[in-house]
T-cell receptor, first 112, second 111 residues
Framework: EAQVTQNPRYLITVTGKKLTVTCSQN?????MSWYRQDPGLGLRQIYY???????DKGDVPEGYKVSRKEKRNFPLILESPSPNQTSLYFC???????????FGPGTRLTVT | GQNIDQPTEMTATEGAIVQINCTYQ??????LFWYQQHAGEAPTFLSY????GLEEKGRFSSFLSRSKGYSYLLLKELQMKDSASYLC????????????FGRGTSLIVHP
């Protein structure tokens, strides 16, 4: 089954404790991206990647890092999480041939 | 940069028709998307318009006017399960090919 998976789905952590949210897709897609979604603000792009070892900042990259060492994986790293990073996070992927983005199920992160 | 505007909330009655508007300003245009998102779930793709005109897909249709920077999503024969957020997203002609999303329109369908 073609899908985008994210782990964990839910995470409660404390300020300053490094964490990684994984994202994996099995569709051999080149493009991958991370969004955060907050009430009243909609989906905002954090980082995106156009292929292995090619990443770039989106609209709200501060406090986040990403890497793209393999085509299928695009982890989101929070080196020192803060409460303002409490949000719902979505990973998405798209191939070069199509235009539809496929979204993962989301990761609800709470930073206390 | 891009500026995408859509109403925050709309209500409609089961069986009726509703039109959700989206206006945008972008430095270069390379397609407009509509996604549906139920609360707490991932967005799911509804439609993609890159040329002017109406695209129909079952109960849902999407219209685009590039000269006016305007699109709408038309939902016919509304059902209770259509209660969701509807996200308008625009892709510009830059190199990222990743669309920017509007804040979404929350649609509430009443019996």
């Amino acid at each position: 089954e073609a899908q985008v998976t994210q782990n964990p789905r839910y995470l409660i952590t404390v300020t300053g404790k490094k964490l990684t949210v994984t994202c994996s897709q099995n569709m051999n897609h080149e493009y991958m991206s991370w969004y955060r979604q907050d009430p009243g603000l909609g989906l905002r792009q954090i980082y995106y990647s156009m292929n292995v070892e090619v990443t770039d900042k989106g609209d709200v990259p501060e406090g986040y890092k990403v890497s793209r060492k393999e085509k299928r994986n695009f982890p989101l790293i929070l080196e020192s999480p803060s409460p303002n990073q409490t949000s719902l996070y979505f990973c998405a992927s798209r191939g070069t041939e199509g235009y539809e983005q496929y979204f993962g199920p989301g990761t609800r992160l709470t930073v206390t | 940069g891009q500026n995408i505007d859509q109403p925050t909330e709309m209500t409609a009655t089961e069986g009726a028709i509703v039109q959700i508007n989206c206006t945008y300003q972008t430095s270069g245009f390379n397609g407009l998307f509509w996604y549906q998102q139920h609360a707490g779930e991932a967005p799911t793709f509804l439609s993609y318009n890159v040329l002017d005109g109406l695209e129909e897909k079952g109960r849902f249709s999407s219209f685009l006017s590039r000269s006016k920077g305007y699109s709408y999503l038309l939902l016919k024969e509304l059902q209770m399960k259509d209660s969701a957020s509807y996200l308008c997203a625009v892709r510009d002609s830059g190199g990222s090919y990743i669309p920017t999303f509007g804040r979404g329109t929350s649609l509430i369908v009443h019996p």
